[in-house]
């Protein structure tokens, strides 16, 4: 099992950057694809981006060119950062472990964007 802790959500301006961590506990993280959902209010939660234990991406089209994910796995932490804010990546962040049957997830963290 992983118990997962993200970090780095804030208000920030249109525009501007952020990176959001996520650090896992537990065994064998490098086996796990990790992946970030958001959930904005009134809205299903979203799949922005993914990174599988041998290193495949997958991007929202939403997200495409503005996000990269990346893992650390020496640290078990995954990364996600984030340029060109929109308002409309306003949300709630939400970090997700997955392999096999088995998906863990963190308590989030919230992103505003807003001038």
């Known amino acids: 099992q992983v118990q997962l802790v993200e970090s780095g959500g804030g208000l920030v301006q249109p525009g501007g950057p952020l990176r959001l961590s996520c650090a896992a506990s537990?065994?064998?993280?490098?086996?796990?694809?990790m992946g970030w959902y958001r959930q904005a209010p009134g809205k299903q939660r979203e799949l922005v981006a993914s990174?599988?234990?041998?290193?495949?991406?997958n991007y929202a089209d939403s997200v495409k060119g503005r996000f990269a994910i990346s893992r650390d796995n020496a640290k078990n932490t995954v990364y996600l950062q984030m340029n060109s804010l929109k308002p409309e990546d306003t949300a709630v962040y939400y970090c997700?472990?997955?392999?096999?049957?088995?998906?863990?997830w963190g308590q989030g963290t919230q992103v505003t964007v807003s001038s």
């Open positions: 537990g065994n064998s993280f490098s086996v796990y694809t």
């Open positions: 990174i599988g234990s041998g290193g495949v991406i």
């Open positions: 997700n472990a997955k392999r096999m049957f088995y998906s863990s």
